[in-house]
């Protein structure tokens, strides 16, 4: 695989913890998305890490398209 799967046209509002690392699915296979859950092995993907500074709402990319892992640019709106 070596376009990512689009796991939806959409951004992924989540709301995140200060201190809190969460692992952005990057090949779009994860079930949990936008979190990854191990689906990647074998394809050449890996998650991405993010950790959060403050509190508040994160809008992670779900198409698996943008320019600045792991939030959404907009790109899904251009599929």
Not at 7 to 19: D, L, T
Not at 42 to 50: E, I, L, R
Not at 57 to 79: A, E
Request: glycine share 12%; with cysteine; net charge positive.
């Amino acid at each position: 695989m070596t376009e990512p799967t689009i796991a939806q046209k959409s951004p992924c509002a989540v709301q995140v913890e200060p201190g809190k690392t969460y692992y952005w699915c990057s090949c779009g296979q994860s079930k949990g998305q936008p979190f990854c859950d191990g689906s990647h092995k074998g394809s050449g993907f890996a998650p991405v890490a993010y950790k959060a500074e403050g509190s508040g709402k994160v809008f992670f990319c779900g198409c698996k398209r943008t320019k600045t892992p792991v939030r959404c640019d907009g790109s899904h709106s251009r599929l």
